[in-house]
């Protein structure tokens, strides 16, 4: 494939195309499957599904009876379509080091209290510590979660910065191996300096990432222990540091974020150990655990490589409809709520929820058990999804208006010395996020009526456009 690295086992894969027929988002037959898994490995990706519409939540790997990594084989087709190509300037959103950040684009519609916390999470980074609570890139677009009084016993230990680039999380799902090599160096040369002993990350995928994803695919030595935070929380639930004083007694449903089948699945029922605990009533979705869902916001990474990347609406739109196929599975089960550990499915399922005009709730576990504490949980993120929305509305302003910004970019090396500081924004793009952000909280939006007709048609754009994604993958599917 011409890449640094070979992941994927083609001598051990023997084209039987189990993997692809069991993924839950393409929907192909038998025959289908094994000629789409031919073409990954012929590179004639632009006739693969896989490659069109991998939604990055690595099941193919678990299904895959050879063991013969098929997952990684759809990374090295992006790796190689990046790197002849690039990436799509609306791809800027996740990369810290631009500009068009998502994280320096939200901080002026930050109160002075979230962005103090940031700052202060940045400098305990420079402190040596034995064990830290690592935040990192989606925990740190709602730092207000961390308020959260159950935490108090962690709160001095809590350390973090989008510089450390979400342990690689975002890079190594789009493909990109030799940035994802780079954050590995950065991190190794950070963490070796703080004399850890003990890392909990707010982020199951940032755990996933530190204790195997990098060490297994990039060789990369951390010499401390990793756990997700939700450890952290049931071990305290049960030996009684942090109290139920109110059972909630609400009827939920668990989204188990795509990260959370490393380590050994043991995240997916620890999220509902925690929510039986506070005395949550448990319902599943069709899909669950080892086979669930992507929420949605990593559909994107595969809309940025082939020949529609450079589509803003398509990117969108599959983003959007994706979204829409895991809150309709929750809705299905008559559950009251979605309780998800994961930060960036956190925000983005609120934000369809919200958009949709759907009465589902979606919390974190933080905040299940900050109300059954008896303590009020800070709750922005219908707020901080409009915020979200303004930065997406400013970038796809960007994106219209200048020839220049449709125009593709290759990633910057990073700095692996040390961590970068977050670019500022333009000062004309935060005065036109202010005001894109004071349009969207106004009466004007902020109504029953606006937003069930957001919600309308939404969703009848979301049924069109699955109705285009049918015609292709027939035509697709029909090429011999």
């Given at each position: 494939?011409?890449?640094?690295?070979?992941?994927?086992?083609?001598?051990?894969?023997?084209?039987?195309?189990?993997?692809?027929?069991?993924?839950?988002?393409?929907?192909?037959?038998?025959?289908?499957?094994?000629?789409?898994?031919?073409?990954?490995?012929?590179?004639?990706?632009?006739?693969?599904?896989?490659?069109?519409?991998?939604?990055?939540?690595?099941?193919?790997?678990?299904?895959?009876?050879?063991?013969?990594?098929?997952?990684?084989?759809?990374?090295?087709?992006?790796?190689?379509?990046?790197?002849?190509?690039?990436?799509?300037?609306?791809?800027?959103?996740?990369?810290?080091?631009?500009?068009?950040?998502?994280?320096?684009?939200?901080?002026?519609?930050?109160?002075?209290?979230?962005?103090?916390l940031l700052h202060t999470w940045e400098k305990n980074l420079d402190i040596l510590k034995e064990e830290v609570l690592l935040t990192g890139f989606?925990?740190?677009?709602?730092?207000?979660?961390?308020?959260?009084?159950?935490?108090?016993?962690?709160?001095?230990?809590?350390?973090?910065?989008?510089?450390?680039?979400?342990?690689?999380?975002?890079?190594?799902?789009?493909?990109?191996?030799?940035?994802?090599?780079?954050?590995?160096?950065?991190?190794?040369?950070?963490?070796?300096?703080?004399?850890?002993?003990?890392?909990?990350?707010?982020?199951?995928?940032?755990?996933?990432?530190?204790?195997?994803?990098?060490?297994?695919?990039?060789?990369?030595?951390?010499?401390?222990?990793?756990?997700?935070?939700?450890?952290?929380?049931?071990?305290?639930?049960?030996?009684?540091?942090?109290?139920?004083?109110?059972?909630?007694?609400?009827?939920?449903?668990?989204?188990?974020?795509?990260?959370?089948?490393?380590?050994?699945?043991?995240?997916?029922?620890?999220?509902?150990?925690?929510?039986?605990?506070?005395?949550?009533?448990?319902?599943?979705?069709?899909?669950?655990?080892?086979?669930?869902?992507?929420?949605?916001?990593?559909?994107?990474?595969?809309?940025?490589?082939?020949?529609?990347?450079?589509?803003?609406?398509?990117?969108?739109?599959?983003?959007?409809?994706?979204?829409?196929?895991?809150?309709?599975?929750?809705?299905?089960?008559?559950?009251?709520?979605?309780?998800?550990?994961?930060?960036?499915?956190?925000?983005?399922?609120?934000?369809?929820?919200?958009?949709?005009?759907?009465?589902?709730?979606?919390?974190?576990?933080?905040?299940?058990?900050?109300?059954?504490?008896?303590?009020?949980p800070n709750l922005r993120i219908r707020q901080r999804c409009w915020d979200i929305l303004s930065v997406a509305t400013n970038l796809m302003f960007?994106?219209?208006?200048?020839?220049?910004?449709?125009?593709?970019?290759?990633?910057?090396?990073?700095?692996?010395?040390?961590?970068?500081?977050?670019?500022?924004?333009?000062?004309?793009?935060?005065?036109?996020?202010?005001?894109?952000?004071?349009?969207?909280?106004?009466?004007?939006?902020?109504?029953?009526?606006?937003?069930?007709?957001?919600?309308?048609?939404?969703?009848?754009?979301?049924?069109?456009?699955?109705?285009?994604?049918?015609?292709?993958?027939?035509?697709?599917?029909?090429?011999?």
């Open positions: 494939m011409g890449t640094r690295f070979r992941w994927f086992k083609e001598d051990v894969c023997d084209r039987c195309g189990v993997c692809l027929e069991k993924c839950p988002v393409l929907g192909l037959s038998k025959d289908d499957a094994v000629q789409d898994i031919k073409r990954l490995i012929s590179g004639d990706v632009g006739h693969s599904l896989a490659f069109m519409r991998c939604t990055t939540c690595n099941i193919c790997d678990i299904n895959c009876p050879k063991d013969a990594d098929p997952y990684e084989l759809i990374l090295e087709c992006f790796d190689n379509w990046g790197k002849r190509w690039g990436l799509p300037y609306f791809a800027k959103m996740v990369f810290p080091n631009e500009p068009e950040n998502i994280w320096s684009c939200i901080r002026p519609l930050m109160g002075p209290d979230e962005v103090s989606y925990t740190n677009l709602v730092p207000y979660l961390a308020q959260a009084k159950v935490l108090d016993e962690l709160r001095p230990v809590i350390a973090g910065s989008e510089g450390l680039w979400g342990c690689g999380g975002d890079t190594n799902k789009l493909g990109l191996i030799d940035l994802t090599q780079q954050v590995v160096e950065l991190l190794e040369n950070k963490f070796s300096k703080m004399g850890l002993k003990r890392v909990y990350c707010f982020m199951e995928a940032e755990a996933a990432m530190l204790k195997e994803v990098l060490p297994a695919r990039f060789g990369a030595k951390f010499d401390f222990d990793v756990q997700p935070l939700d450890y952290w929380i049931l071990e305290s639930l049960e030996d009684g540091k942090i109290e139920v004083k109110d059972r909630l007694n609400i009827k939920v449903t668990v989204h188990d974020n795509c990260m959370s089948r490393y380590l050994g699945g043991r995240p997916q029922e620890v999220v509902r150990e925690i929510a039986r605990s506070v005395g949550c009533d448990m319902v599943e979705m069709k899909h669950t655990r080892l086979n669930a869902l992507c929420c949605g916001w990593a559909a994107t990474v595969s809309t940025v490589y082939g020949e529609n990347s450079d589509n803003l609406l398509h990117t969108l739109f599959y983003m959007l409809s994706s979204l829409y196929m895991r809150l309709e599975e929750a809705e299905a089960t008559g559950a009251d709520a979605i309780v998800t550990s994961c930060p960036a499915c956190y925000i983005f399922l609120n934000l369809i929820s919200m958009l949709t005009n759907s009465r589902m709730a979606v919390y974190h576990p933080l905040e299940i058990v900050e109300m059954a504490a008896g303590h009020s960007n994106w219209l208006a200048s020839k220049e910004n449709r125009t593709r970019f290759f990633p910057r090396h990073i700095d692996t010395t040390r961590i970068e500081p977050l670019p500022v924004p333009r000062d004309r793009d935060i005065r036109r996020i202010k005001a894109i952000s004071s349009f969207y909280r106004s009466s004007f939006v902020q109504n029953p009526v606006t937003k069930a007709l957001i919600g309308y048609v939404l969703r009848l754009g979301i049924a069109v456009y699955r109705y285009i994604l049918k015609r292709q993958k027939i035509k697709i599917t029909k090429i011999s």
